[in-house]
C-alpha cells in the first residue's frame, strides 16, 4: 500500500505529467517571489497569455468572490492579490478540463468557493479572498485521480455504490491516499502558500490543521453546506457531520448557521448561471 501512495505522491510532484502549465506562470512564480516587483509588472506578463488572461478573469467574476466587472489583471490582482491570481493561472488548465468532462464537481467547487466566501464575510475574518479560492481548489486531487488513475477511479466510484462510502474513504480503500492529501501534494508542488495548500490538504480533517485552522474551518463547512444543498455533484451523495473541531474554531452557532443557508440559496441561483454562461461559451 504505502508504494502505491508513494508513487503517486512521485507522480503529482513531477509537474511534467501534469496539465500543461503555460510558460508566464515560471516568470510569474519568480516575480511572485521579489519584493521589488510591482502589481503593473507581474499582471503585463499574465496579459501576455490571452487565453490565460481570459480564464483568469472569468474565474475572478465568477459568484466566489462577489466581485463583478473585474476587466482587467492588474485590477484583478490588486482586488483578489497576487497569491489568489497566481493560484487561478495555475489552476486555470485544470478548471477547464473539470468544465468539459466533471460539470458537477465543477458546480460543487464553485459553490463551494461562494459559501466560504459568505461565512468568511459573516465572520469579519480577513484574506476572504484567499479563503474563497482554497474553497475553490479544494477538490483539485479529484481531478488528478481522473486523470491519472482512471481505473482505480473505476474502482472508488464502485466502491462508493456498493458499499455507501464517502469519496475520501473509497480513494483511501485504493489507493492508500484521497484527493485531499493529493490537492496538497499538488499546491506544494505548485509553491502556493500554506494558507491555501494547508486547508486544501486537510478540509476532510480540520485537526490536521496547525497553521492554518481557521480556514481550514471555512472550507471544510463550507462543503458540508454545499453537499447538503445538493448542489453540483462532489462524488457521493452523504452528507457528513460538521467537525466539532471546525465549529469550536470558528464559534459557529446554530443560528448563524440558519442565517448562511438562507442567503446560500440566492447565491447558488447566481453560481449555476455563472456555470450555464461558461458551459455555453466553450
Not at 64 to 86: D, E, H, P
Not at 153 to 174: H, N, P, W
Not at 237 to 254: C, E, K, N
Request: with cysteine; net charge negative.
Amino acid at each position: 500500500m504505502d508504494d502505491k501512495r508513494g508513487e503517486l505522491k512521485k507522480l503529482i510532484m513531477d509537474t511534467k505529467t501534469l496539465p500543461t502549465l503555460p510558460g508566464v506562470i515560471v516568470k510569474l512564480n519568480s516575480l511572485a517571489d521579489n519584493d521589488r516587483a510591482s502589481v503593473q509588472e507581474m499582471a503585463k506578463i499574465v496579459s501576455s497569455d490571452q487565453v490565460l488572461s481570459a480564464r483568469i478573469l472569468r474565474l475572478a467574476n465568477s459568484p466566489s468572490y462577489g466581485f463583478y466587472r473585474v476587466s482587467t489583471i492588474s485590477n484583478a490582482m490588486i482586488l483578489l492579490g497576487v497569491n489568489v491570481v497566481k493560484s487561478l493561472a495555475l489552476s486555470s488548465s485544470i478548471f477547464e478540463i473539470m468544465e468539459k468532462n466533471s460539470v458537477g464537481l465543477w458546480e460543487h467547487s464553485l459553490g463551494v468557493g461562494v459559501a466560504a466566501n459568505l461565512l468568511a464575510k459573516k465572520l469579519n475574518l480577513p484574506e476572504c479572498e484567499e479563503i474563497s479560492t482554497a474553497a475553490l481548489l479544494h477538490d483539485l486531487g479529484k481531478v488528478i485521480i481522473s486523470l491519472k488513475c482512471e481505473e482505480a477511479e473505476k474502482r472508488i466510484g464502485a466502491l462508493i455504490r456498493e458499499q455507501e462510502l464517502y469519496t475520501s474513504e473509497a480513494e483511501r480503500e485504493v489507493l492508500d491516499t484521497d484527493h485531499s492529501e493529493i490537492g496538497g501534494w499538488l499546491a506544494k508542488s505548485w509553491f502556493l502558500p500554506d494558507k491555501l495548500s494547508e486547508p486544501i490538504a486537510c478540509h476532510h480533517n480540520v485537526e490536521l490543521s496547525e497553521n492554518h485552522r481557521i480556514k481550514t474551518s471555512v472550507v471544510h463547512v463550507a462543503d458540508v453546506l454545499i453537499k447538503a444543498s445538493g448542489f453540483g455533484d462532489s462524488g457521493d451523495p452523504y452528507v457528513p457531520q460538521i467537525q466539532q473541531a471546525a465549529w469550536d474554531t470558528l464559534g459557529l452557532s446554530r443560528e448563524l448557521l440558519t442565517e448562511i443557508v438562507d442567503d446560500l440559496e440566492d447565491k447558488l441561483v447566481e453560481v449555476k448561471n455563472f456555470s450555464l454562461e461558461l458551459l455555453g461559451d466553450s
